[in-house]
């Protein structure tokens, strides 16, 4: 074929191809292995408006399909985030999605006014899944009115493009999927990591520091393939699948859930150029199966009637 249709659209950002990194998988570092300006987007790790140590050690081990991990997002706050790791990017064409982590409803609304200010930045992911300290503690997306009012007071200090960066680890992401919408949402993050805990049997104390971590890699990404579905059902802004993408051959199925965009973390530690491989597969499916556009396979899985 002789040209292939790979941009996506969220909200007014717009990407020349659906594959970006997952915040915490990805730094200035890699720069020298790849072309940033071949990326969808750009990701850069959660930023806290305070600086912030991260849990207690280890905070990363191996367990069976994956990784656990618990750091805490380690932060050395938003000045410094300002003044130091915006600016690296600024040389590339690739749009830059800052992700923010905040303690409170009106924390995330000052952060986002403040960041959205900055030319460098596209978009803002709001990472709803880390503990809301306004209430009892619990993620903030796993309160559905929260997570509402949440998207709500962001939306009306920015004009940038808000996506919620939703959890798995609730009872219903649809119901959570849903309030973010009405709260003018312009994309959805399908999903964080799943709570999980590993024990090393001959000291019979937990692996990770902080005791709970959240696992990522191959094994949780038949759960995302179904978060995914179950949210294209009920609404129809666009889903960037996030959880165990580790080939094309997993971008393309996340895709055919419903989701517009891919993000790659754990493949990134074990093959640092796994987002271009994925993105180079895509391409090759798409000319072996004649589809022009990527837009065309969101959410055309074949489900039995």
């Not at 997306?141 to 680890?169: C, H």
């Not at 996340?254 to 391409?283: H, R, Y």
Request: aromatic content about 6%.
């Amino acid at each position: 074929m002789e040209s292939l249709k790979l941009d996506v659209k969220i909200g007014e950002l717009k990407l020349k191809n659906p594959i970006m990194p997952a915040s915490g998988a990805f730094g200035f570092e890699m720069e020298s292995l790849f072309d940033f300006n071949q990326l969808g987007a750009i990701v850069p790790k959660s930023i806290t408006k305070y600086p912030r140590g991260g849990n207690a050690t280890p905070r990363v081990c191996e367990v069976t399909g994956g990784m656990l991990n618990s750091i805490g997002i380690q932060s050395k706050g938003l000045p410094y985030y300002l003044k130091n790791i915006l600016p690296q990017y600024e040389q590339y064409n690739t749009p830059l999605i800052a992700s923010i982590s905040a303690d409170s409803v009106d924390e995330f609304a000052e952060m986002s006014e403040i960041i959205s200010k900055e030319k460098c930045v596209s978009g803002i992911e709001l990472n709803i899944s880390c503990p809301n300290l306004e209430g009892d503690g619990k993620a903030f997306g796993m309160d559905a009115e929260l997570s509402y009012q949440l998207i709500k007071k962001v939306k009306a200090v920015t004009n940038q493009s808000i996506i919620a960066k939703l959890t798995p680890n609730v009872t219903s992401i649809q119901e959570i999927a849903l309030a973010c919408e009405n709260g003018g949402a312009d994309g959805l993050n399908v999903a964080n990591t799943m709570l999980a805990m590993a024990i090393d049997i001959h000291t019979r104390k937990p692996k990770i520091g902080n005791v709970l971590g959240g696992i990522s890699g191959p094994a949780i990404k038949p759960i995302i393939v179904r978060l995914i579905h179950q949210v294209r059902k009920v609404t129809e802004i666009p889903i960037i699948g996030c959880g165990g993408v580790m080939n094309w051959e997993d971008a393309i199925e996340m895709i055919l859930a419903g989701a517009n965009a891919i993000q790659v973390g754990t493949a990134n530690f074990i093959n640092p150029l796994s987002m271009m491989e994925i993105l180079e597969g895509i391409k090759r499916y798409m000319t072996t199966y004649q589809i022009e556009d990527i837009n065309d396979l969101v959410g055309k899985t074949d489900i039995p009637v």
